[in-house]
């Protein structure tokens, strides 16, 4: 039976497409359509959550095809739009994978790196739930290490020693004392006063994971590594440490102790299942040619691919989980061919297509200055850790973006990941004298740029290595 799961703060529910297009603004410039397609995608996924039951298993999702060159922010929207509904995402290469029957990785493996990644925030969730009984709870094992509790004395004294009246009375004394002696450490212990203090620890770790012919525990089959990871013993240790170090161990332990395994596993199983996106990168790569050599795996992946992206059920170490309602987002620059060169059945199963455009000098400028997280930006907080400020002016803006276009047009176009080389060239020298330099401004004007790109994009077999 399926388990209802809390709706994210941050996700479908509350964003609509427009605020979706707004918020990935901020961080890709451009590609106005792709952004409009998986903003409807996921607001389609709210929607699904609103209707009745018998409905909501009938609407399937409307996955949906990159195409376009590398580097004009096909992986990007798709992250974004992950980090900001807070759904489990992952991103595969296409080409990882090969056909069952052939070495490496099998298709379904990528259902469940999707449901260990839901996992992860359901514990995440779970934790900050049960955070504050764990920190009162860790504070009473300290003080249980600094300040031991008393054995009976009453239980522990001869009665031919001593009378049991007299046993009884100092017992009660001793109570009182260790009280106002926990007392007294542990408003010592919160003020920080025994941070520096040592207590002995038992600390437990798992086994290293066994390997068996090269392949580790996680590419075994399901049942087996369960079966492995109970016969593998638990090793526990005691080891001294300072207060304030053993704090934060005996916290992760309390915490993990007030999480409920089955709970976590059942809530991701369906947050998988229904807001779980799956980046399938590099689609392109597993179109057959002309039949010899690999491109024979290349179809047996496509054809794998397809009951996945249809809707199957995947067995995991923690239960079923069905890929009916993930979204599927696939990329790719299908230079050598096109969409139309895959299996019909799979073309079919990506009802959405999206072309990016490739980007313009304009497009770079916008991406070195609007962006929240943009290059200039970044190098910028980099420098300025060692005293440096630095500052890009206007023209040297434009110029930076003419380079990296005019690059991209005489070699080979890798998009937005040209800035990346031609800012590192750029201030190579710069971050080199950094740590020497007093501390003082740097302005960057066009004639800088142009001092230090100007031969090696003029050099074209230069620039291939370089730039």
């Known amino acids: 039976m399926s388990v209802a799961i809390e709706t994210p703060k941050t996700g479908e529910s509350s964003l609509t497409p427009r605020q979706i297009v707004e918020e990935l603004d901020r961080y890709i410039i451009g590609q106005a359509n792709a952004k409009r397609a998986v903003a409807v995608a996921m607001r389609n996924r709210w929607r699904r959550q609103q209707l009745s039951e018998e409905m909501r298993n009938e609407v399937a999702p409307k996955n949906i095809l990159m195409i376009g060159s590398t580097g004009v922010g096909k992986t990007e929207i798709a992250r974004r739009l992950a980090k900001l509904t807070d759904a489990p995402f ?11 029957g052939y070495y490496g990785r099998d298709v379904e493996s990528m259902v469940r790196e999707l449901l260990d990644n839901a996992i992860a925030l359901v514990r995440e969730r779970e934790r900050k739930h049960v955070e504050s009984e764990a920190q009162t709870r860790t504070i009473q094992r300290i003080l249980d290490l600094l300040v031991p509790r008393p054995v009976d004395f009453a239980a522990t004294t001869s009665f031919d020693d001593q009378d049991e009246t007299t046993g009884e009375s100092e017992s009660h004394v001793s109570k009182n004392s260790y009280q106002k002696t926990r007392s007294r450490m542990e408003q010592m212990l919160l003020a920080g006063d025994l941070d520096q203090r040592e207590v002995e620890l038992t600390i437990e770790q798992k086994s290293s994971p066994v390997m068996v012919g090269g392949i580790g525990v996680e590419q075994m089959d399901v049942d087996f590594q369960g079966m492995l990871e109970k016969l593998i013993p638990k090793t526990s240790s005691r080891r001294k440490l300072k207060v304030a ?20 596993h059942s809530q991701a199983i369906d947050l998988a299942e229904n807001l779980g996106i799956i ?3 590099e689609i392109d790569k597993v179109v057959a040619g002309d039949g010899r050599g690999t491109d024979v795996s290349r179809q047996g992946v496509q054809r794998d691919l397809l009951p996945i992206v249809e809707g199957t059920s995947v067995q995991t170490r923690y239960g079923h989980v069905r890929t009916d309602h993930i979204l599927f987002v696939a990329a790719g620059a299908f230079h050598k061919n096109s969409p139309s060169d895959l299996m019909p059945e799979l073309q079919g199963r990506f009802p959405i297509r999206v072309e990016l455009d490739d980007l313009t000098q ?10 929240k997280n ?4 970044q190098y910028e907080a980099l420098l300025k850790t060692e005293g440096i400020e630095l500052c890009f002016s206007d023209d040297a803006i434009t110029e930076l973006a003419a380079f990296a276009f005019k690059v991209n047009q005489s070699n080979q176009n890798i998009g937005a990941r040209r800035l990346y080389t031609i800012l590192e060239r750029l201030l190579e020298e710069l971050a080199f004298e ?17 001092q230090r790109l100007e031969k090696i994009t003029d050099d074209q077999d230069l620039s291939r290595f370089i730039l």
Request: proline share 5%; glycine share 4%; net charge negative.
């Open 362 to 371: 304009a497009d770079f400028e916008r991406i070195l200055t609007e962006p």
């Open 374 to 377: 943009s290059l200039t930006r």
């Open 434 to 450: 950094a740590p020497d330099m007093k501390s003082g401004r740097v302005d960057i004007d066009a004639a800088y740029v142009r």
């Open 90 to 100: 992952i991103k595969v290469e296409a080409t990882k994978y090969t056909e069952v």
């Open 279 to 281: 980046f399938l990168d």
């Open 245 to 264: 170090d053993a704090r934060k161990v005996v916290f992760e332990q309390e915490c993990e102790g007030l999480l409920d395994p089955e709970k976590i």
